[in-house]
């Protein structure tokens, strides 16, 4: 069965832009995470969505967001970028909220500049 | 979540087992072991996990030890293609989607 698909795969955007990844799960997995994967920082957990519902959220400002479809598909945006926000930004589905083994997608590649 | 320690680098030999350790001292009774692996510009992959039994599936072996304060991964014949990241994490299973990632270990295997 298709993995989780992320698009798209490398994007360049302008300080103070804003950007939308998209993010299909696996088909029949209704739960959603984003992270964020820099240089300096590792991968940091950023949501989680179920069933359309933002369920946790870790610690990065207001600019960061997200939501999920009925389909489970799920965007993340990020408004007025830094510089800093260029990353690997990886999605992971799972069936439910507490099944044990993520899936991840190959990321998107944002650069700010 | 408990807190992990893993050595930041390990060197293989291409077809022996490669033996990843990790401290997890502060680990609480309801915390499973998991681990995952990142190959270069992908996402991370889910390898195994275990609470405190040994688990072995077609990837991994998982030992932990009978304190559960620490754990090995074991790849029992590397392959070049084992060259990567190895994350060890714990945490309590039902805690929804959300994995705290360390700094992991970087796996080289040589021909």
């Known amino acids: 069965k298709a993995g989780v698909t992320q698009t798209p795969r490398y994007l360049i955007k302008t300080r103070g832009q804003q950007v939308t990844l998209s993010c299909s799960p696996i088909?029949?997995?209704?739960?959603v995470s984003w992270y964020q994967q820099t240089p300096g920082q590792g991968l940091q957990f950023l949501f989680e969505y179920f069933s359309e519902t933002q369920r946790n959220k870790g610690n990065f400002p207001g600019r960061f967001s997200g939501r999920q479809f009925s389909n489970s598909r799920s965007e993340m945006n990020v408004s007025t970028l830094e510089l800093g926000d260029s990353a690997l930004y990886l999605c992971?589905?799972?069936?439910?909220?507490?099944?044990?083994?993520?899936?991840f997608g190959s990321g998107t590649r944002l650069t700010v500049v | 979540d408990a807190k992990t320690t893993q050595p930041p680098s390990m060197d293989c030999a291409e077809g022996r087992a490669a033996n990843l350790p990790c401290n997890h001292s502060t680990i609480s009774g309801n915390e499973y072991v998991y681990w995952y692996r990142q190959i270069h510009s992908q996402g991370p992959q889910y390898i195994i996990h275990g609470l405190k039994n040994n688990e072995t599936n077609e990837m991994a072996s998982l030992i932990i030890t009978e304190d559960r304060k620490s754990s090995t991964l074991i790849l029992p014949h590397a392959t070049l293609r084992d060259t990567a990241v190895y994350y060890c994490i714990v945490r309590v299973s039902h805690a929804g989607n959300m994995l705290t990632f360390g700094g992991g270990t970087r796996l080289m295997v040589k021909p």
């Open positions: 088909s029949g997995h209704r739960s």
């Open positions: 992971a589905s799972s069936p439910d909220r507490g099944w044990n083994g993520y899936t």
